[in-house]
C-alpha cells in the first residue's frame, strides 16, 4: 500500500512555543491531504482538508491562525501549531489521499505525532 | 445524533470466536464506506472497504445495507493480533470523511 510519513513522531515543548509537523506521501502524489486530531480514548477528528497549492479548509471550531497548514506540493504538507498550550497536546495523525495511484476514497494515514506541550 | 455511530466496547472474546461489529451513519448521500483498524497509539489502518454487495477478505466480512443506513464487520476464528480498535468510516461527497469513535476488541487466550 502507499507510504506516508510524518515528522516528528514525538516531540515536548514548551508552552508559547511553535511546533511544525511535516507529512510527505512516499511513493505517490497526493492531491489531498487531511489532518486528524485524536484525544486519547476519543475518535480521530478532522481538523482541515488542504489541497496542493490552495488553501486549506478548516474544520469548525479549528482556529485556521492557531494551526497552519501550508501543501507546498503533491508530496509534502506541513501543520504548524503556533503559541503551542498544554490543551494542544495530543495525536496528530495526517492522511494522504486521491491521485492516480491510489483510490480517490481511501486514505492512507502517516504514523502519527505524539505533542506533548509542557 | 452522531453522524457515524458504533457499538459501544469493549468486546471480550476468546480466541477461535466470531465477533461481529455494528455502525449506523446518517448522512444518507454517504458514498463510500470502510473499516479501519487501529492500535494502541497507532495510526489507523485500512482494513477493508465496504460494498452494498458484501466483500470478505480472509476471516473477515463487510457488509453494507444503503437502506438502513448499516454497516457491518463480522470477523472469524479470532486471533490475538485481532486484539485493537475497530473504525467505521464514512466518506460523503466532497471527500468528507467521518470516523465513527471506534469500538474496542479484546481477544484472550
Known amino acids: 500500500g502507499a507510504v506516508v510519513s510524518q515528522h516528528p513522531s514525538r516531540v515536548i515543548c514548551k508552552s508559547g512555543t511553535s511546533v511544525k509537523i511535516e507529512c510527505r506521501s512516499l511513493?505517490?502524489?497526493?492531491?489531498?491531504m487531511f489532518w486528524y486530531r485524536q484525544f486519547p480514548k476519543q475518535s480521530l477528528m478532522l481538523m482541515a482538508t488542504?489541497?496542493?497549492?490552495?488553501?486549506?479548509?478548516?474544520e469548525q471550531g479549528v482556529e485556521k491562525d492557531k494551526f497552519l497548514i501550508n501543501h507546498a506540493s503533491l508530496t509534502l504538507s506541513t501543520l504548524t501549531v503556533t503559541s503551542a498550550h498544554p490543551e494542544d497536546s495530543s495525536f496528530y495523525i495526517c492522511?494522504?489521499?486521491?491521485?492516480?495511484?491510489?483510490?480517490?476514497?481511501?486514505?492512507?494515514f502517516g504514523p502519527g505525532t505524539r505533542l506533548t506541550v509542557l | 445524533r452522531k453522524e457515524v455511530e458504533q457499538d459501544p466496547g469493549p468486546f471480550n472474546v476468546p480466541e477461535g470466536a466470531t465477533v461481529a461489529f455494528n455502525c449506523t451513519y446518517s448522512?444518507?448521500?454517504?458514498?463510500?464506506f470502510f473499516w479501519y483498524r487501529q492500535d494502541c497509539r497507532k495510526e489507523p489502518k485500512l482494513l477493508m472497504s465496504?460494498?452494498?454487495s458484501g466483500n470478505e477478505d480472509g476471516r473477515f466480512t463487510a457488509q453494507l445495507n444503503r437502506a438502513s443506513q448499516y454497516i457491518s464487520l463480522l470477523i472469524r476464528d479470532s486471533k490475538l493480533s485481532d486484539s485493537a480498535t475497530y473504525l467505521c468510516?464514512?466518506?460523503?461527497?466532497?471527500?468528507?470523511?467521518?470516523f465513527g469513535a471506534g469500538t474496542r476488541l479484546f481477544v484472550k487466550a
Open positions: 492522511s494522504a489521499g486521491g491521485g492516480l495511484a491510489v483510490g480517490t476514497d481511501t486514505q492512507y
Open positions: 511513493d505517490f502524489q497526493a492531491t489531498t
Open positions: 488542504s489541497n496542493e497549492g490552495s488553501k486549506a479548509t478548516y
Open positions: 448522512n444518507s448521500a454517504s458514498q463510500s
Open positions: 465496504v460494498y452494498s
Open positions: 468510516v464514512v466518506n460523503s461527497r466532497g471527500f468528507k470523511t467521518i
